[in-house]
């Protein structure tokens, strides 16, 4: 059984419907807000896989996160597809090193505790 791993407007009946007649399992987020509630029942949420799934999806938002309001990537100024990959490939970067230096278990090798 394979998964789909999708934001929060694949929450449709649909979608939903064709990932499982295709044997998907959707990890997609629930979409409580909207009239009707989540089509995403127990069959879904009842697995560690999903919880997991979840989890993982908040890590790398905050990623994305970060470079809109820090990295100026919600509206760059540069123009072309080259250096717009570089500016966005570099935000993130340095998103992660900053989340390395604020791990308390990263220590540098022979550095005093």
């Not at 029942?41 to 905050?62: C, N, W």
């Not at 072309?80 to 220590?107: E, W, Y």
Request: proline share 3%; hydrophobic share 30%; aromatic share 6%.
């Amino acid at each position: 059984m394979r998964k789909s791993d999708c934001a929060g407007s694949y929450d449709t009946r649909d979608f939903i419907d064709a990932c499982r007649n295709r044997n998907i399992v959707p990890h997609v987020a629930c979409n409580d807000s909207r009239r009707g509630g989540s089509t995403i029942d127990g069959r879904t949420t009842r697995h560690e896989g999903y919880a997991l799934s979840q989890g993982v999806r908040k890590r790398i938002e905050e990623h994305f996160g970060w470079g809109k309001t820090i990295g100026r990537i919600r509206q760059t100024v540069l123009r072309g597809l080259r250096r717009v990959d570089q500016h966005f490939k570099l935000t993130l970067t340095a998103s992660n090193i900053l989340r390395i230096a604020r791990m308390p278990c990263v220590v540098p090798l022979g550095a005093a505790r």
